[in-house]
């Protein structure tokens, strides 16, 4: 009876021309390829290789043999690694990491349910994150802005502007006016008179979209409150009339339902992109990672 391992070493000779190339790929000596091949030519009945100064030549047997069995292998073998990877999947616990404002958009009802075991790691230090992922305590993570290692994937999965969002109530007529008339000047003094939320004291948002918008380092704006996580700012804006500077993308879902309003979103900020980023030898957790975001 033929064994189902002396064929995988069969199309791996037949593909290497070598017995030697074979065997690196297998992970087996070159005597073990050697001793399989030649069973299976006694279970077959003919020669399947012609030995060279370098390496094999297949015979026409060889040549109609795999014909017969190439279809049947790789499917087999997409199979195996389909199980394979579903048993990873369920079974080992992966570690992802992100930072606290981008958990609800990128991660809330998108990943949880398809692991069985998974524990979020929170990092709002981007470089931080990405040396997590570096040295294999992470084994995943997205983060802002491209790292390019040989050590680690990278790949972009969306992009998101910063914007302004207020409670529904407010009214932006005369700012809507402003805008329209590309009214730098006076579109700034309109924010400066609104109650300000922010989720860092530091207010990094603002910094960066003054800088941008208006071309000013520091805004004239004084922050009426502080709630150090994005999501929960947005929550409270949803309550109580004020304005605050956030991704769209986390943002969205509260416009999409009305509970907050787009007040401005400038043609002149650029757009943050977000990368998933993981070790090489987490390749397999990375691709099951990927195909959810694509």
């Given at each position: 009876m033929v064994n189902l391992e002396w064929y995988r070493t069969f199309k791996a000779v037949?593909?290497?021309?070598?017995?030697?190339?074979?065997?690196?790929?297998?992970?087996?000596?070159?005597?073990?390829?050697?001793?399989?091949?030649?069973?299976?030519?006694?279970?077959?009945?003919?020669k399947l290789f012609t030995r060279k100064s370098k390496g094999v030549v297949p015979t026409e047997n060889a040549?109609?043999?795999?014909?017969?069995?190439?279809?049947?292998?790789?499917?087999l073998e997409k199979v195996e690694?389909?199980?394979?990877?579903?048993?990873?999947?369920?079974?080992?616990?992966?570690?992802?990491?992100?930072?606290?404002?981008?958990?609800?958009?990128?991660?809330?009802?998108?990943?949880?349910?398809?692991?069985?075991?998974?524990?979020?790691?929170?990092?709002n230090?981007?470089?931080?994150?990405?040396?997590?992922?570096?040295?294999?305590?992470?084994?995943?993570?997205?983060?802002?802005?491209?790292?390019?290692?040989?050590?680690?994937?990278?790949?972009?999965?969306?992009?998101?502007?910063?914007?302004?969002?207020?409670?529904?109530?407010?009214?932006?007529?005369?700012?809507?006016?402003?805008?329209q008339q590309n009214d730098l000047k006076n579109i700034q003094k309109w924010l400066e008179h609104q109650t300000w939320f922010s989720h860092m004291s530091t207010n990094p948002f603002i910094k960066f979209f003054w800088l941008h918008c208006f071309n000013k380092k520091r805004p004239k704006i004084f922050t009426n409150y502080v709630i150090p996580n994005e999501y929960f700012m947005l929550q409270?804006?949803?309550?109580?009339?004020?304005?605050?500077?956030t991704l769209k993308e986390n943002a969205q879902a509260?416009?999409?339902?009305q509970s907050l309003k787009l007040i401005w979103e400038s043609d002149n900020y650029p757009d943050r992109d977000y990368y998933l980023i993981a070790h090489k030898k987490q390749e397999v957790f990375y691709e099951m990672l990927f195909g959810l975001y694509t």
């Open positions: 037949y593909k290497h021309r070598s017995y030697s190339k074979a065997a690196e790929e297998l992970f087996l000596t070159q005597p073990t390829v050697s001793n399989q091949m030649s069973m299976l030519e006694a279970a077959v009945g003919h040549k109609f043999l795999n014909n017969l069995i190439i279809e049947s292998l790789d499917t690694a389909s199980y394979s990877r579903s048993v990873q999947k369920e079974e080992r616990l992966y570690t992802f990491g992100i930072s606290e404002d981008l958990y609800k958009s990128f991660v809330s009802d998108k990943i949880l349910t398809s692991f069985k075991h998974l524990s979020i790691h929170f990092e230090d981007n470089k931080k994150l990405f040396e997590l992922v570096n040295q294999g305590e992470v084994d995943a993570a997205i983060v802002r802005g491209d790292f390019q290692t040989y050590d680690v994937l990278s790949q972009k999965i969306g992009s998101s502007k910063l914007v302004v969002v207020g409670h529904p109530n407010l009214k932006t007529e005369e700012l809507d006016q402003y805008i409270e804006i949803t309550k109580i009339e004020g304005v605050a500077i509260f416009i999409d339902d």
